[in-house]
């Protein structure tokens, strides 16, 4: 008898092991997602961009793989809690897309891998050992935004060679203001600094700008102004301020002058960075990335409303014109 029933154990145990395994393969893995917006951009060129670049590597969003997203409602002093409920969660990946929330989930977890796409010296700022070797758990894509916002001075110079002063937009990001200011000096523009931290603040900020006497705005690369960039379009068309933008969305909006890089292209790359991690890679082994590809995108219905000709120099260079 005893015989017997060791021979049912063993063959319970056979057949039960597949299904274990089945199950445990079967686990739909989870991936945290840090948002600076509300849940109302679930439809956001990023967001969208993110789930396209998921679907090519052949997950589906809340069938192989589900996205936990925290939305901070633009309150960066909820990261920490956002991140906390995210580590308590124990998912399995976490998406950063700005740089407060990567500096917040760094601070917060050493084990669960962190994907960021942040617009910041990374190593300068401790997040990783190097872009190499970034060592520790966290990897991404870097827009490195300081380094070009020299290059949207010198386009808007390009298009109104007499242009003298210029507002530059931006949320405090004191690195790309600095690169800023030093790109006014050296081509011989006035910069006036003009800061926005809230939604509310855009029109009274504008305002300011459109009665000073900047001929043009830059704007700088914010999530704010990613998040709002119809409204922040609507807002500088209406005073007919020339304006540059770090970011094609924004020309394809209406807005006069887009250079940057691709944000739907980084979204879609860190989609990579995701599928890697949850097939084992560990983020100190992936080199964090950087935009490789910048596009310039002119809207010509916007400048022809503004009474402006774009110079055949530009043009040439355009990767696209919005006519």
Known sequence: MRVIGLAVVLTLGLSLAPLAAQAQQARVPRVGLLMPGTAQEQ???????????????????????????????SRTDRWAELVADLVASKVDVILSPVTSSTVAARRATNNIPIVMMANADVVEEGIVQSLARPGGNITGVVILTSEIVGKRFEL???????????????????????????????????VESLEVHTQTDLEGVLEAAARSSAAGIVVGSAPL???????????????????????????????????GASIAAVW?????????????????????????????VINLKTAKALGLTIPQSVLGRADQVIE
């Open 225 to 259: 102004f990613h998040r709002n960039n119809y409204r922040v379009v609507q807002l500088i068309n209406a005073r007919r301020l020339p304006a540059i933008f770090f970011d094609r969305g924004f020309a394809e909006a209406g807005g006069f002058i887009a250079y």
């Open 268 to 296: 879609r790359r860190a989609a990579v960075f995701v599928d890697k991690i949850l097939k084992g890679a560990k983020p100190a082994d992936l080199p964090v990335e950087q935009p490789t590809k910048f596009e310039l």
């Open 43 to 73: 439809t956001s060129l990023s967001l969208l961009a993110l789930r396209e670049g998921l679907r090519d590597l052949g997950y589906a969003e809340g069938k192989t793989l589900t996205i936990e997203y925290r939305w901070a409602e």
């Open 156 to 190: 808007l110079q390009e298009v109104l060679p007499r242009i003298r002063r210029v507002a530059y937009l931006h949320s405090g990001g004191k690195r790309e203001k600095s690169a800023a200011e030093q790109a006014g000096r050296r081509l011989g523009i006035q």
